[in-house]
């Protein structure tokens, strides 16, 4: 594919990155609120916000686009979920970094991480369903 291609290609993994992520944490952050539990974390609030729903959209569409260059055309599972790892522990750190000051309290890092990794791990399922449909093409 030529460069144009190419770029229009990784626009649509960002796309399809942001929409899935931000969905999944949005469902979460329902969830969360229906329980009625952990009211403090800010992604609890992410439809509520248009600064956190700004930065899921942002944080997914930077994880669509670096999947489709990490994966490739390879089959590497170890790929595929390292990218996941990778992008929940980078923002469950950051999250960790921030809480610190105030708390030592583990359950909310917990839960974040976890929360962190469901979301990003759903966007990779869709990615994976888009490539694998041809909706969007894996990088040569």
Same mark, same amino acid.
């Given at each position: 594919?030529?460069?144009?291609?190419?770029?229009?290609?990784?626009?649509?993994?960002? %796309?399809?990155? @942001? /929409?899935?992520?931000?969905?999944?944490? +949005?469902?979460?952050?329902?969830?969360?609120?229906?329980?009625?539990?952990?009211?403090? =974390? +800010?992604?609890?609030?992410? !439809?509520?916000?248009?600064?956190?729903? @700004?930065?899921?959209? +942002? /944080?997914?569409?930077?994880?669509?686009? &670096?999947?489709?260059?990490?994966?490739?055309?390879?089959?590497?599972?170890?790929?595929?979920?390292?990218?996941?790892? @990778?992008?929940?522990?980078?923002?469950?750190?950051?999250? /960790?970094?921030?809480?610190?000051?105030? &708390? !030592?309290?583990?359950?909310?890092?917990?839960?974040?991480? !976890?929360?962190? %990794?469901?979301?990003?791990? !759903?966007?990779?399922? @869709?990615?994976?369903?888009?490539?694998?449909?041809?909706?969007?093409?894996? =990088?040569?």
């Amino acid at each position: 594919m030529n460069r144009p291609e190419e770029r229009i290609e990784s626009v649509k993994a960002g %796309l399809l990155g @942001a /929409i899935a992520f931000t969905v999944a944490l +949005s469902v979460l952050g329902s969830l969360k609120g229906i329980i009625g539990q952990f009211p403090s =974390l +800010s992604t609890s609030m992410v !439809l509520y916000g248009g600064i956190e729903a @700004a930065i899921a959209l +942002s /944080i997914g569409f930077l994880f669509g686009v &670096t999947y489709r260059y990490i994966i490739r055309a390879d089959q590497n599972s170890h790929l595929r979920e390292g990218a996941v790892f @990778a992008f929940a522990l980078v923002r469950t750190g950051t999250f /960790i970094e921030q809480q610190a000051r105030d &708390t !030592l309290n583990f359950l909310p890092w917990v839960i974040f991480g !976890l929360e962190s %990794l469901f979301c990003f791990f !759903l966007a990779r399922l @869709a990615l994976d369903i888009a490539i694998k449909q041809q909706w969007v093409k894996p =990088l040569q």
